[in-house]
T-cell receptor, first 122, second 113 residues
Framework: GAGVSQSPRYKVAKRGQDVALRCDPI?????LFWYQQALGQGPEFLTY????????KSGLPSDRFFAERPEGSVSTLKIQRTQKEDSAVYLC????????????????????FGAGTRLSVL | SQQGEEDPQALSIQEGENATMNCSYK?????LQWYRQNSGRGLVHLIL?????REKHSGRLRVTLDTSKKSSSLLITASRAADTASYFC?????????????FGKGITLSVRP
């Protein structure tokens, strides 16, 4: 089906405002990841879900960042009381569960990315 | 923190030439992947090489991996203007769909028509 969809594409927030970023993964993908990409840098891991369970949130930079995936499909990344340093592109990626076949093994390692949400905090 | 360091940071070549990009990483890995990112877009997976593989080909792409040196290279042969993009290497410490990727800072490739 369609690829990973993220909304909004662009978000401008005033410092102190709360924002919510949405990710629609590819249908049937079990795993979902959030990454933060600062200007001129590579993406950095924020958090990971397997179905609805958040199994790794070690990359979240502060307790102002919160992510959820309540029904194991759509995910929302929420940033409370935004700060200027939160300005970045937020990328969502999803991937298959690893398959048993030789060709399926690699599929489970590949992540499919959305176009991202560019957040600018003024 | 970024795991990988790509080299060079920027590369400009003429259409038809080959482009070679290098990546080094710090910790042991299960696999290494290369992704491409066009301006303002998400990342697109190009090729994956496992830690027990030394070389892999896919179309005009050739990737090598030297685990003793903790380094990889990506070769794009017969480059096209459409190859202009940023390229990132990413490492996974575990196998499977639950393994987060650790990216380098990226290489900006410009292919002149």
């Amino acid at each position: 089906g369609a690829g990973v969809s993220q909304s909004p594409r662009y978000k401008v927030a005033k410092r102190g405002q709360d924002v919510a970023l949405r990710c629609d993964p590819i249908s049937g993908h079990v795993s979902l990841f959030w990454y933060q990409q600062a200007l001129g840098q590579g993406p950095e891991f924020l958090t990971y879900f397997q179905n609805e369970a958040q199994l790794d949130k070690s990359g979240l930079p502060s307790d102002r960042f919160f992510a959820e995936r309540p029904e194991g499909s759509v995910s929302t990344l929420k940033i409370q009381r935004t700060q200027k340093e939160d300005s970045a592109v937020y990328l969502c990626a999803s991937s298959f569960r690893t398959g048993w076949t030789a060709s399926g093994r690699d599929r489970g390692n590949i992540q499919y990315f959305g176009a991202g949400t560019r957040l600018s905090v003024l | 923190s970024q795991q990988g360091e790509e080299d060079p940071q920027a590369l400009s070549i003429q259409e038809g030439e080959n482009a070679t990009m290098n990546c080094s990483y710090k910790t042991s890995i299960n696999n290494l992947q290369w992704y491409r990112q066009n301006s303002g877009r998400g990342l697109v997976h190009l090729i994956l090489i496992r830690s027990n593989e030394r070389e892999k080909h896919s179309g005009r792409l050739r990737v090598t991996l030297d685990t003793s040196k903790k380094s990889s290279s990506l070769l794009i042969t017969a480059s096209r203007a459409a190859d202009t993009a940023s390229y990132f290497c990413a490492t996974a410490q575990e196998a499977g769909a639950n393994s987060k990727l650790t990216f380098g800072k990226g290489i900006t490739l410009s292919v002149r028509p």
